[in-house]
């Protein structure tokens, strides 16, 4: 596979900006209030939830991976 190729199937992690994984989330419940439940690709923790606000939801774990102290990071996932 070329370097190209990989760089175009590389999904990149968003906290904030143009595609950012945050709002596809609050996209998917609606209401920041909201649960969604079912294995989602918003699911992040795998818990078969989607939630946007309260214990367990999936947003705060897109921000520990970029970093809460740097929320505009953008960060390259990694695949085993």
């Given amino acids: 596979m070329s370097l190209q190729r990989l760089i ?7 906290y904030t900006g143009v595609d950012d994984d945050k709002t596809a989330i609050l996209t998917k419940v609606g209401n920041p209030l909201n649960v969604v439940q ?3 690709l918003e699911d992040v923790n795998l818990n078969g939830f989607v939630k946007y606000n309260g214990s367990g939801n999936d947003r705060v774990i897109i921000l ?3 970093g809460a102290g740097t929320p505009d990071n953008v960060i390259i996932e990694e695949l085993p």
């Avoid at 175009?8 to 968003?14: G, V």
């Fill in 38 to 40: 079912g294995y989602l």
């Fill in 64 to 66: 520990n991976n970029v």
């Fill in 8 to 14: 175009f199937c590389l999904k990149l992690i968003r």
